[in-house]
């Protein structure tokens, strides 16, 4: 084993643990994490194949941690279909080499999500509204995913606000998540990004993510949720900021 291939080995296992430990604080953001900090040390398309096993696995993990995914699935199921149309339509602008303009929308998503959470952006959905809006922000979330691999923006937002109880919103962000990451999964393969062979590093990221995941849910309850979500934005902004300088400087 070379000495750089045990720094990079070393680099993605630290970065999956720091995002299974922000997931299980917070009920997201490992594909964030993971997209902002290796998005700076490779292509996007090779971020995004290396993080589909631990996003799914933590993201079912989620979802299943609930009474209420038949609910959710009958009433979200028209965001999902949204999802995977949109990244299925976008997949081909991250594996196609879309080079520094893929670096450049990764960045941008993460500004957007890191500014909309740091000035604490909030929105009601009325129910009326649901039918026209909830495929309308899945085809969004798919274009956005397809072409950064991050799955946030607007999902985010959008189940935030819907009336929806604490414990449906993370299970209702784990369906949206583990939708994107099979819809990604699926994109990739398509576009000849992602092959059997890149199932073992994928699936060597997945051990950190559940541990970083189990110490984060396990410290959830001894840290301000407030404070530790307000530094989280703080750095993906500092992340997407050096990733759009990266790509136009």
């Not at 840290?223 to 900021?241: D, E, K, N, V």
Request: proline share 4%.
């Amino acid at each position: 084993m070379t000495s750089s291939f045990a720094l990079h080995a070393s680099v993605v296992a630290a970065t999956f643990l720091l995002a299974g430990f922000v997931k299980g604080v917070t009920g997201m953001g490992l594909p964030t994490v993971a997209m902002g900090v290796l998005g700076t040390l490779m292509l996007p398309a090779q971020a995004a194949a290396m993080l589909l096993l631990p996003s799914f696995v933590t993201n079912v993990w989620q979802l299943f941690a609930g009474p209420s995914v038949r609910e959710l699935v009958k009433r979200l199921w028209p965001m999902m279909v949204g999802i995977v149309a949109g990244t299925l339509a976008a997949a081909s602008f991250i594996a196609g080499g879309g080079g520094e303009w893929a670096v450049a929308g990764l960045g941008a998503a993460l500004t957007l999500y890191a500014a909309a959470g740091l000035m604490a952006w909030r929105f009601s959905v009325p129910a009326r509204h649901e039918r026209w809006l909830s495929p309308a922000v899945g085809v969004v979330t798919g274009a956005i995913t397809g072409g950064t691999g991050v799955f946030v923006v607007p999902a985010v937002p959008y189940l935030q606000g819907l009336t929806l109880k604490k414990e449906d919103l993370v299970q209702a962000l784990g369906l949206s998540f583990t939708v994107s990451t099979i819809a990604l999964a699926i994109g990739l393969t398509r576009e000849h990004a992602f092959a059997v062979d890149d199932l073992g590093t994928s699936l060597g990221a997945v051990v950190p993510a559940l541990l970083g995941m189990w110490i984060g849910q396990r410290v959830r309850g001894h840290i301000s949720p407030a404070t530790f979500r307000r530094w989280f934005f703080i750095c993906l902004l500092g992340l997407g900021i050096q990733l759009l300088a990266r790509a136009f400087v």
